[in-house]
């Protein structure tokens, strides 16, 4: 005649998973909304800013060291000088920022 406490918790099974499982959601949307997506973003515009990388950039490694882009090369390095007759390659992606831009060569 009583109900066992395993019927009991069986009763209301289905509204209440849902409502277990919301915090978790709502966690979730608003990591990605707060993190994820904004760090997404940056890497997107660093991206963009290394691939547009040319001759002539004064740029800023993440190492602190500033130079101007003396060679941009295919494997993913780009020659930098740092002093008059001193240059030294570094990999794209540990690049910064750029300081100037050099403008392109106008087409006559």
């Known amino acids: ?4 406490p ?5 009763a209301g099974g289905g509204a209440g998973a849902f ?4 915090p978790l959601i709502l966690i979730f949307a608003i990591m990605y909304f707060l993190l994820i997506r904004p760090q997404q ?5 660093h991206k963009a800013m290394v691939d547009a990388l040319r001759r002539g950039d004064q740029i800023v490694t993440q190492g602190g060291v500033i ?4 060679k941009v090369k295919d494997d993913g390095e780009v020659e930098v ?3 008059e007759g001193v240059k ?4 794209q992606a540990t690049i910064a920022q750029v300081l100037n831009k050099t403008e392109p060569a106008e087409k006559a």
Request: net charge positive; proline share 0%; charged share 25%.
């Open 1 to 4: 005649m009583f109900a066992t």
């Open 6 to 10: 395993a019927y009991a918790q069986a």
């Open 19 to 22: 409502a277990q499982f919301l």
């Open 41 to 45: 973003k940056k890497m997107k515009e």
């Open 67 to 70: 130079g101007k882009v003396s």
């Open 81 to 83: 000088e740092i002093a």
């Open 88 to 91: 030294i390659r570094v990999v």
